[in-house]
């Protein structure tokens, strides 16, 4: 029905998009942005900086691969942050759960270090990784996992 795409066109041999990483673990043993680079997404920045339990609860969602709820590991994250000041412990072990996932180096330094000196630094890095990698921390990891397409709306009474 459809004239089959020009050989010069880019989306010719792209893959579907389905939230899944393309390439797995191997696909790239680097980080997609530096530590510092939390910047460059101005929004992510400032979300982060304000309301890091939600950037945290994304990402955990997204590492845990549902079985922790977004909601679940941001309230977990805020509760310690606000009674131990120790909120850099927990997302540490996200880190490192990630970066197993992922084949990423400990770099710059271990996981807790990394936390503990720049937590927003370090989760804004983890968020823009899990984009970097086809997810959209956003969506959480059903939609993700599933991509459905938004729910048709139909006339009601």
Not at 20 to 29: E, N, R, T
Not at 52 to 72: H, K, L, Q, Y
């Amino acid at each position: 029905m459809y004239p089959p795409k020009a050989s010069g066109d880019p989306a010719a041999g792209a893959a579907p998009v389905t939230g899944f990483p393309v390439g797995g673990p191997a696909a790239s043993s680097q980080w997609s942005s530096g530590l510092l680079d939390c910047f460059d997404d101005c929004g992510l920045c400032c979300l982060t900086c304000w309301c890091p339990c939600i950037t945290f609860g994304r990402v955990a969602e997204i590492v845990d691969r549902g079985a922790t709820s977004c909601g679940t590991a941001g309230a977990l994250y805020a509760v310690l942050a606000y009674f131990t000041g120790c909120q850099w412990i927990y997302s540490c072990t996200y880190r490192a759960k990630m970066r197993a996932q992922l084949g990423l180096p400990e770099t710059p330094c271990c996981d807790c270090l990394v936390h503990f000196c720049c937590e927003p630094c370090a989760l804004c890095q983890q968020y823009k990784e899990l984009k970097a990698r086809g997810f959209d921390p956003v969506l959480g990891w059903d939609r993700n996992a599933t991509m459905l397409p938004p729910s048709a709306q139909g006339m009601g009474r």
